[in-house]
Each structure stands twice: as C-alpha cells, then as structure tokens.
C-alpha cells in the first residue's frame, strides 16, 4: 500500500511537470500587450513586503512588468563617533545571512511576477513567424517519429548481435551485462537525436524561433531518456542475472529517476529558451533559483521517503552496526550535498557568477550522486575478486590485498570527487567574497588522511583474519571425534600482533588526521608519553604480566589449541592476549591466568605422546595369546586410513603390571603424534575387546569365586551355598 502511494504521488508530479513544460512554451496567458511594458526597478535595499507591494501595483495596471535590478546599494549611515565598528560578530553574520536571503527571495519573485509576459511575448513571437502552430506541432511530431523509428531500429539490431550474453550472478557478468545495455541506450539516444535534430533543422528553416522550442522539447526528451538509461542500469533486471543494484523497490526508484531527469530538462529548457530571447537577467536568475528549488525539495522528498532502501543498499547484504551507520550517512551525504550547492546559489546568485554557478551545481550534483555509487561498485567488484582468489589459492598476502585495494580505489574516487567539486566552486567562492583556500586545503588533506589510514587497517585486518586461526567455542558432543589440530607459532602471536599493529595504526591515523585538520599534535604526543611512563610506574603488576606474556610467546611456551598445566589450572588454550592466557578445561570452564602468575608450563601437545593404558584379565589367561592378539591389533591400527598416520610407535603388549586377588593386570603403549591421543586409544580398545573375545578371553570380573579342591567349578558353587546355609542352622 506505501509503494502504491509513492508511485501515485511521483506519477502525478510528473505528470504536472511535463504539462507545465509543454504549457508554458506552446502557450501564454491572455491579457498582456507585448508593446507596452511595466519597468520596474528593484534595488538592494528594499524588503520583501516592499518589493511584493511594488509588483502587485504593477500588475495592477493589466500591462507585463519588466523588472530590472539596481546594483546601487544604500549609502552607509556613519556614526557620530568616526565610524561604524563591527563589536557583535554574531549580529554581523546575521545581517550578512539576512541580506543573501533577501536578495535571493528578491530575485525569486522577480522571476516569477515576470513568467506571465515571457511566456505571452513567445507566443507573439510565434504567431509572427512563417510557420503557424498547427505547423510547429506537426513538424516536432514527424521529428519526433522519424528519431524513434531509427532509434527502434538501431535497438533491434544491438539485441540481436547481444542475444548470446550468458546470465550469471558474479558482480563482473552482471557489471558487464548492464554496461553493454548502458551503450546500446545510448547508442539509440544518439541516433534518435541526431536524427530528429535533423529533421526539425529541415522543418523549421524560416522558423527560428520554432525550432528554439522545438529544439526544447528535444531536450526535455533526451534528458529523460537519458535518465531513463542510467535508470536502467542501476535498477532493473539483466537478463536473469538481477539488477546491478539489489535495491527494494526498484520499480518506484525507477520512476522517481525518470521524474528528475525530466524536471531537470524542463528547467534548462526554460534557461536556455530565456538566454536566447535575451529575457532580462533578473528574471532569468529568478527562474533559475525557483527551478533548483523545486528540484532541491524533489531529491529532498525522495531520500525521506526511500531512505531505508538507500541506506540498506550501501549497508551491504549482512551489514553490521558500522555498516549501517555508513549506508545512512550516505543517505545523510545526498540530502547535504543537495541542501549545500542549493544554499551557495543564494551566495552567487544576482552576482556576475550566476551563469557559471547553473553549470557548476549541475556538474556537482552528478558528482555527488556518481561517487557513492562508483565506490559501490568498485568494492563489490575487488571484494569478489578478493574473495574468488581466497577461495582457490587459500589465505594469502595476495588475496588480502584484492580484499583491501578497493578501498584505496574507493578514497581515490571520492577524493577525485572532491577536488573536483573543489575546483569547480573555488573561483564562484571566492568572486562572492569568501576565501576557502584553507579549510578546502584541510578538507583535502583529511581526506587522503583517512584513505591511507582506511586501507592500512583494512589490510591488516583482513590479512591477520585470514591467517589467525579461527577456532569456535566447541560445545559438548558436537565433533567429538574431530582431530585436534594445533596452529602454528605464526598463527599463535598474529592476534596479538594484530592488536598492536591495529593500535598503533588508528593512534596515527588519529594524529595525521588532526594534523591535517590544523591541529598541533605535539603537546598531544608529549602528553601520552608522560601518562604511559606513569602507568608503567604506578601499574608494575600489569608491566609484570606484559613482559612475562612476551617472553612465553618469544620461547615458543605454547600455542593456540594445546593443551597445557600451568600448575593449578589446566586446559586447552583458546585465546592469547597481551597480558593473559585464557584455558579452556574439558569440562568446559574458562580460566583466565595472568601471564605473571604463570610459574611452569607443561605442555602435553608438543612433538609426540606415549599413551599407557591397562586392562585386567583372569589371572589364569593366556599371555600369548593375549601379546599375540595385541600385535595383530597394532599392525591393523597402522593401516588405519584415519589414524595409522598418527602412530610413531605400534600399539603393543607392554607386560604384566600387577597381580590382584582376582585379577592380573596388564599394560599397554603406544607413542604417536599430539592431538588425537585419546581417540586414538578410543580406537585400539575397542578393536582389542573385540579381538580378545575372538580368541576366548575374558576380562576379570569382580565376582567371587570359591573353587574346591579337586576344581570343580560346579562342586565349588554348590559349596558356596551350602556353606551359609550351614552356618545359618548352626546360628539357630
């Protein structure tokens, strides 16, 4: 229902704005004479309700009005004590904002009090010319027909020799699919204008200023279809492979793009339409500042409205809080740009930049909305190939660097972005009384200062995550039976070097930054080093645990994944910091020692483990059978497709432990690699149960046996009953 309204609601402005346009130029309001003309002078010093009186008395009189500007200001009121003296800054800058205001209101009104006799003197124009109205319209529908048809049928032919692009969903293929789309729409646009340029040249021969009109109407249309192109390219489908930009409601961003670029034609139509006819300044600074007025509120009304498609787009698919922070900001960033060159065409305009500022705000609007877009571009693409090599070399430098050059590429293009922006508006700021060479030097500065820092964090992160070890929480029962794998040395101490390095990037990042900001860093830097010598003297305990923890890792103490017993706590390490270790134990606490308390170290993970284990049999077993039978069982766990790699030494009988009242117990070794000790013996009882009951063994059992002298089992369990049978006759 809320997409509905929207589209409703666009369609309708659109739809005011096209009839407008063609209103305006094929028509006029009846009741003005073109012979006799109202002139108006508008000066400075006067006020919106003067200026406002002064029109409608003009107006009064049934005559268009012809206003003109008075550059001459009023003369300064010097004060009786020698001069006027600039005490309240904030008064002054109030003034000065009031003054701009006033003028560019002035300016506003004076462009639309002098529609009414712009259009009426057209249309007089135009009746006076060869060809009449009925002509005009028929000559710009043949144009018109004439540049459609070549434009069809250069599209038919473009479809035809594109028909075999393969759909895919890889960022490249569909980068490609819509830019080979991109250039057949424009390609099309082209041959359609030339060929209805042409043809409205041909028709409107002894007609100038028809062809001006007609030639406006060309411009309406090829700005919308060219806004329609770049339209297409964001937010429809390729083929099967979807939109290039995954945004919701593609149909209503569709819509509003067209929208603005028809808006966009019809207000330069009007400027140029005002510039040929020699309108008077005034009035055509006035249509200029009323014109981007409506488009600033357009633009200003589609962020409100589709700012949480824009944002969730810039986000990313799996966005998290600093993502999401920067898909608004970027939101935040359109409406601003918008609202700011809006603003500075009050500094400039009635000036003698007027002219030059309608090209700049118009060049700096696409710049605004190229760069974010550009940038999105650029980081899906270099993430895919970043993520593309991960995926089949493995982790590396190189596939980190993929990963991280598009933010490098990303900076340069906003920084591009905004040194051209800066470019273009330094001579408008300046001829307006404004010196911006330092704060435009301090925003350029600040920016290649947060690029290099963005991309040395971005490398280092992605490089350390990518060769840090990832290792989960395991929760009980879940791979159990998994092999152990401890990392390696490098892996082990790349946390805490990331840490370092991290920290030590984001402090300079931070001092480069308010350096390039004009800020003194010195006192700063001299400041944090004399808070870190009394931190190192007033916390000896937190010293204690750094140094002990950098001398463990320098000697190689332990690593991710092993095992250890630090004397009172054991575990197996999950996580190594800078100050502690942080043990997991089986049964699943978390200790986390300091490394200063760590006295001794025992490692049970390192180069190789004998495990030992016992069994216990009938003291009247077989031991040959049972060393036999073991030594089977042995040479079959070593071709074990799974574990035999593991073994240093075979599983083997070590001999005869103990020998209880019912039992005789014997050892068993094996000695191989660290890691999967456990299910490794796992593995090799079972096979010997299974084999010792094979060969008729039985383990002992905690049953007691009376035997008789002549060992007779069956005469001994008889006894065995008899025997409190007889004491209990004997108790009675």
């Not at 509003?256 to 600074?285: H, V, Y």
Request: net charge positive; with cysteine.
């Amino acid at each position: 229902m809320y997409e509905r309204v929207r589209t409703q609601v666009q369609g309708f402005v659109v739809i005011v704005w096209l009839a407008a346009a063609i209103f305006s130029i094929l028509n006029s309001l009846p009741g003005y004479a073109a012979e006799n003309v109202v002139t108006l002078p508008v000066s400075s010093d006067q006020t919106l309700s003067q200026i406002g009186e002064s029109l409608g008395s003009a107006r009064a009189a049934g005559k268009p009005v012809l206003v003109t500007w008075d550059g001459t200001a009023a003369p300064a009121i010097v004060a009786a004590g020698g001069g006027v003296m600039k005490n309240d800054m904030m008064a002054s800058a109030y003034g000065s904002i009031q003054a701009t205001v006033t003028r560019a209101a002035s300016i506003a009104l004076i462009g639309l009090y002098g529609l009414p006799a712009a259009f009426h003197n057209s249309r007089l124009i135009l009746s006076n010319e060869e060809a009449s109205l009925t002509d005009t319209g028929y000559g710009v529908i043949t144009s018109f027909l004439f540049g459609i048809a070549a434009a069809a049928c250069f599209i038919l032919l473009f479809r035809r020799f594109t028909s075999d692009t393969r759909s895919d969903h890889s960022p490249l293929a569909k980068a490609w699919i819509a830019a080979l789309r991109l250039m057949g729409d424009l390609c099309a646009l082209l041959a359609f204008w030339a060929i209805t340029r042409h043809s409205m040249d041909q028709s409107f021969a002894g007609a100038p200023f028809a062809r001006y009109i007609a030639a406006g109407l060309l411009h309406i249309i090829v700005m919308t279809a060219f806004f329609t192109a770049a339209a297409r390219l964001l937010f429809c489908r390729n083929a099967s492979s979807g939109p290039l930009l995954d945004i919701a409601n593609p149909r209503w961003h569709l819509a509003m793009t067209i929208g603005f670029g028809t808006l966009s034609g019809c207000i330069e139509t009007f400027l140029s339409l005002a510039d040929t006819r020699g309108l008077d300044p005034m009035t055509a600074q006035g249509w200029h500042l009323l014109g981007s007025t409506v488009l600033t509120l357009y633009k200003l009304v589609w962020l409100a409205l589709g700012h949480k498609d824009i944002a969730s787009v810039f986000a990313g698919k799996q966005p998290n809080r600093p993502m999401r922070a920067a898909g608004l900001a970027t939101v935040y960033f359109f409406a601003a740009s918008a609202l700011l060159i809006w603003l500075l065409g009050f500094v400039v305009v009635g000036t003698s930049q007027n002219l030059v500022w309608a090209s700049v705000a118009g060049v700096s609007q696409l710049v605004c909305l190229a760069m974010p877009k550009l940038g999105l571009g650029i980081s899906a693409l270099f993430r895919h190939f970043g993520d593309q090599h991960a995926a089949r070399h493995g982790p590396c430098v190189f596939s980190a660097s993929l990963w991280a050059m598009r933010v490098p590429l990303v900076g340069a293009c906003w920084i591009l972005g905004i040194q051209l922006i800066i470019t273009l508006w330094r001579p408008l700021l300046e001829s307006a009384g404004m010196v911006p060479a330092n704060w435009l030097s301090h925003i350029r500065q600040f920016g290649i200062a947060i690029v290099i820092s963005w991309f040395v964090c971005s490398f280092c992160w992605k490089y350390f995550e990518a060769v840090s070890p990832q290792k989960g929480v395991k929760l009980p029962g879940q791979d159990d039976d998994a092999a152990e794998e401890t990392t390696s040395r490098l892996s082990t101490i790349l946390p805490v070097v990331r840490n370092l390095v991290l920290g030590a990037v984001i402090s300079v990042a931070c001092l480069v930054t308010l350096s390039s900001l004009g800020v003194d860093v010195a006192p700063m830097i001299a400041g944090f080093g004399v808070l870190g010598l009394a931190l190192s003297f007033g916390s000896q305990t937190l010293v204690k645990d750094v140094v002990s923890g950098i001398f463990f890792l320098a000697e190689d103490a332990f690593r991710i994944g092993e095992y250890i017993d630090t004397g009172k706590l054991k575990g197996t390490v999950e996580q190594i910091s800078l100050r502690s270790v942080r043990l997991r134990h089986q049964n699943g606490p978390i200790h986390t020692i300091p490394f200063g308390q760590i006295a001794a170290v025992t490692n049970f993970s390192r180069d190789w483990g004998t495990i030992k284990f016992e069994l216990h049999f009938d003291r009247d077993a077989d031991l040959e059978t049972i060393r036999k039978v073991t030594k089977k069982v042995g040479l079959g766990l070593l071709e074990h497709p799974e574990f035999g790699s593991e073994f240093l030494l075979p599983l083997k009988m070590q001999g005869i432990q103990d020998i209880t009242e019912n039992s005789m117990v014997i050892r068993f070794k094996f000695t191989s690699r660290p890691g999967n000790p456990s299910v490794i013996k796992r593995e090799g009882i079972k096979r010997l149960l299974e084999g010792y009951k094979a060969a008729g063994l039985n383990l002992a059992s905690n049953a007691v046996v009376v035997r008789h002298g002549n060992n007779n089992v069956v005469e001994a369990a008889a006894a065995s009953i008899a025997v409190p049978l007889a004491a209990n006759n004997v108790s009675q």
